[in-house]
């Protein structure tokens, strides 16, 4: 394709991640105004982030069959579909109860959306860049909704708002359906292999599984083990759920799921290392929730979140342009480059006080922030 629809498939991508960027941080990056509105409690609040949780860790995962199934082109029209009519009815939001409803339906409807954003990414470069390119670059897009949403907050929240939020949701993604419809992707021809009975059973033991450890993670912190004994039996139930899934795959002739190459060496590797570099990068979650405890709103956060959306993106496009796929030597270089400025970042974190304030913590919020974009592209093309 020419440049002129290249760039507009990549802005299609952007426009598909950030939507579902804002949709998932919009409500947790301002729990305390939405708490206010809805009368909740600081427990209450956290249940938001849980129900938007608990359908979406597992959903991407069933959206690979359906998406095989139907072929991408409709995937993508019906999934985008979804998530209009589900952002629709956040405008009934009055308690805690259908905010619960729709958070739920949301993170449902937002699941798909990151994987439209790659497959349009891709969409955009011809073959021989499509590898090299485009994985980056959708990467770094899915950094970018948690500063997106503190920079947006304040304007949208003056304006209207818990409806404010609802209606910047609803907004992006008419924008992102418009762009859908009238860029296509690629025909593919679905394939023979239905979903059939067994598959649903699965999925549904997967998804109460993987849901119930996902509220289990989002409110273990504001309700504490020790004290709500509930979060370990929601603990054990969710790894019993996974382990009658694993069964039930293993006794199957033909498995939705793939567990011999789940569990191969290579994929168990690369999951402990995306875990332990997660906990590294929480330090970015860490540093402004803190400052957010000591008092300080998103309208003075804003030189912090711009250091960091700028920084993510200036890490992205290096290691597009840098990296080449299947060059050990250079990713095992800027593994070393991104790992070097994490450790550095959180070091420099490490002096924080009550007295920091977000104009202290921006040299080690963009390291951060940077070594985020550089690290994870490398780590998919080794594994």
């Known amino acids: 394709m020419g440049n002129p629809r290249a760039a507009a498939y990549i802005f299609a991508s952007c426009m598909l991640a950030l939507t579902q960027g804002i949709a998932m941080n919009m409500v947790t990056v301002n729990l305390p105004q939405i708490q206010g509105q809805l009368d909740l409690s600081a427990n209450e609040a956290s249940w938001l982030a849980a ?28 999934s985008i579909s979804i998530f209009i009519c589900v952002s ?6 009055t308690s805690l109860e259908s905010a619960l409803v729709t958070r739920f339906f949301s993170g449902m409807a937002a699941a798909p959306l990151t994987s439209l954003a790659m497959l349009y990414m891709m969409e955009a470069f011809p073959q021989d860049k ?8 959708s990467l770094l897009n899915t950094t970018l909704g948690a500063p997106v949403a503190r920079l947006i907050s304040p304007s949208v929240l003056d304006a209207g708002g818990i409806y404010g939020i609802v209606l910047i949701d609803l ?14 992707l690629a025909k593919q021809a679905p394939r023979t292999t239905p979903i059939v009975s067994m598959d649903v059973l699965v999925y549904l033991t997967l998804a109460f599984g993987l849901g119930s450890i996902a509220v289990v993670l989002v409110l273990g912190r504001p309700y504490w083990w020790f004290q709500a004994p509930w979060l370990g039996v929601t603990l054990a139930t969710g ?11 293993l006794n199957r002739k033909v498995p939705m799921f793939d567990l011999g190459w789940i569990f191969s060496p290579a994929i168990l590797r690369f999951a402990a290392i995306m875990l332990i570099f997660r906990m590294v990068v929480s330090e970015q979650f860490t540093g402004t929730t803190m400052l957010q405890a000591l008092g300080l709103q998103n309208e003075q956060l ?15 496009l290096c290691c597009a342009f840098v990296m080449k796929p299947g060059d050990l030597a250079r990713s095992s270089q800027i593994h070393l480059v991104a790992l070097a400025l994490l450790a550095a970042g959180a070091w420099l974190d490490s002096f924080s006080t009550s007295q920091t304030r977000p104009q202290d913590m921006m040299l080690s919020q963009g390291m951060i922030a940077f070594a985020t974009t550089m690290f994870l592209p490398p780590r998919w093309w080794r594994d």
């Open 51 to 78: 129900a938007y949780m608990a359908p979406n860790v597992s959903l991407a995962l069933a959206m690979l069959k359906v998406r095989d199934v139907i072929g991408l082109r409709r995937f993508a029209e019906i």
């Open 88 to 93: 629709l009815t956040n405008l009934w939001i």
């Open 130 to 137: 499509k590898v090299r390119l485009a994985p980056p670059l």
């Open 171 to 184: 907004g992006m993604g008419l924008i992102a359906g418009g762009l859908v419809l009238v860029l296509p």
């Open 239 to 249: 790894l019993a759920l996974l382990a009658v899934a694993a069964l039930l795959e």
């Open 302 to 316: 804003a030189g912090l979140s711009w250091m960091i959306l700028l920084s993510s993106i200036a890490g992205g």
